[in-house]
């Protein structure tokens, strides 16, 4: 599993399962591929998943201006067509995530939909 988490998230220099947290510049990949992922799950009509990662992406205090200004746009677009319970589980879900777990549980989402792929481009380039 960790070799595949460093496939998807294309962090090829981060070992997942070693103790060690990422540095703040693989943090950052880390942020931008969740976002790009958030973006997918939203195309693949996978509202709770894309909430739940958009949820978890708000509450870093680290979080680039680019990508929170990304997130809280795609969140504030699923707040306005989704469930509010569905939004208020999301927000309850992300408080007892740190990076680690929230990829573990990206990776339980990509097992289950073969066809979800990142854009491989960076954020904000059309």
Do not use: H, W
């Not at 976002?35 to 680039?64: G, H, K, N, P, Y």
């Not at 200004?69 to 408080?95: H, N, Q, S």
């Not at 939909?113 to 380039?125: D, M, S, W």
Request: proline share 3%; glycine share 4%; hydrophobic share 50%.
């Amino acid at each position: 599993m960790a070799e595949r988490a460093l496939t998807v998230f294309s962090a090829l220099d981060f070992d997942f399962a070693g103790d060690a947290d990422p540095s703040e510049e693989m943090r950052q990949r880390l942020y931008e591929a969740l976002t790009l992922l958030a973006a997918a799950c939203v195309a693949r009509e996978l509202s709770q998943s894309a909430v739940d990662i958009l949820a978890f992406l708000l509450l870093q205090s680290d979080l680039s201006i680019a990508v929170k200004d990304i997130a809280e746009d795609m969140f504030a677009d699923l707040e306005g067509r989704i469930c509010p319970r569905v939004i208020y589980d999301a927000k309850e879900f992300a408080t007892d995530m740190d990076l680690k777990t929230m990829v573990e549980y990206l990776l339980e989402i990509l097992e289950g939909e073969p066809n979800l792929t990142l854009a491989q481009r960076p954020l904000g380039v059309a």
